[in-house]
Nanobody
Framework: QVQLVESGGGSVQVGGSLRLSCAAS????????MGWFRQAPGKEREGVAT??????????RYHDSVRGRFTISQDNAKNKMYLQMNSLKPEDTALYYC??????????????????WGQGTQVTVSS
């Protein structure tokens, strides 16, 4: 059974930084693609970033709105995933979810591609 637990959310001012963590317990599933999603009040859940680790490297994808500001990373054992968020904006305010799947990451970031989800951690950016 896959369990994903997010942490690291909080309140920060515009321009500030936060680092989200996702602790993953995935045995016996072999997780291949992991990602971060977010959902603001009244809006649909949207993909933020994904990461696929393979022998010799990693492949990452980012939503256009966060590219250059956010960095997704993962430890080698895939037990932890992180989202470093810099230069935060009010529009980054949302509930952030960790997600995982045994399928491969696609070029796009789609909710439908992920079968496992955490409970979310709130990020609030105030001006």
């Amino acid at each position: 059974q896959v369990q994903l637990v997010e942490s690291g959310g909080g309140s920060v001012q515009v321009g500030g930084s936060l680092r989200l963590s996702c602790a993953a317990s995935t045995v016996p599933v072999t997780v291949n693609c992991m990602g971060w999603f977010r959902q603001a009040p009244g809006k649909e859940r949207e993909g933020v970033a994904t990461i696929y680790s393979y022998t010799g490297g990693r492949s990452t994808r980012y939503h256009d709105s966060v590219r250059g500001r956010f960095t997704i990373s993962q430890d080698n054992a895939k037990n932890k995933m992180y989202l470093q968020m810099n230069s935060l904006k009010p529009e980054d305010t949302a509930l952030y979810y960790c997600a995982a799947d045994d399928g491969l990451c696609r070029d796009g970031i789609y909710v439908m591609d992920f079968g496992y989800w955490g409970q979310g951690t709130q990020v609030t950016v105030s001006s």
